[in-house]
């Protein structure tokens, strides 16, 4: 083992070459397979309101995901996570709402449902690489009258696993 003098004080080259060894092989050959899993499952957060969804972030690693719905919004919402291919249209109705019955049941991975104002909710699911797009189905109406179709207002946002 060799050892140099340096400032007064012993420096261990092997100790030194180790971790430079250990960086360069990283920066060569990527991270460890470990590595790259604990970056998996990875917790999304989804801001709700009138009328957007905000996910942060918005890619996530493929495998299980926690996502956490936050209504920031003054009206009821909903989260609703369902598989795509990019570009995809989602089935509506005549009013504008998804038609969720025309979806595949392998692409349903959930929803958190009928979130009062100020409320959080969270759904786990396993997510494959790929397209997915986050919604909110409701229609609602206010002191008014007015009807509100959330999706059809412009509530959804692609978001991708990889």
């Known amino acids: 083992m060799a050892s140099v003098v340096l400032n007064g004080a012993v ?32 917790p999304v957060t989804v801001k709700l309101y009138e009328f957007g969804v905000k996910p942060k972030p918005k890619f996530v690693a493929a495998g299980k995901v926690t996502f956490t719905a936050k209504n920031i919004g003054t009206m009821k919402h909903e989260l609703v996570v369902v598989r795509t291919t990019e570009g995809a249209t989602l089935p509506t109705k005549a009013d504008g709402s998804v ?25 786990t699911a396993k997510l494959a690489p790929g397209d997915y797009v986050l919604f909110c189905n409701l229609v609602t109406k206010d002191s008014q009258g007015t009807t509100y179709v959330h999706y059809a207002q412009g509530m959804y946002r692609a978001f991708q696993a990889g």
């Open 11 to 42: 420096r261990n080259f092997s100790k030194a070459l180790g971790v430079v060894a250990c960086a360069a092989a990283v920066m060569v050959l990527g991270p460890l397979p470990g590595a790259v899993a604990a970056a998996k499952g990875k």
């Open 99 to 123: 038609d969720e019955e025309q979806i595949p049941e392998s692409d349903k991975l959930g929803e958190v449902e009928h979130l009062k104002p100020k409320k959080s909710g969270t759904l």
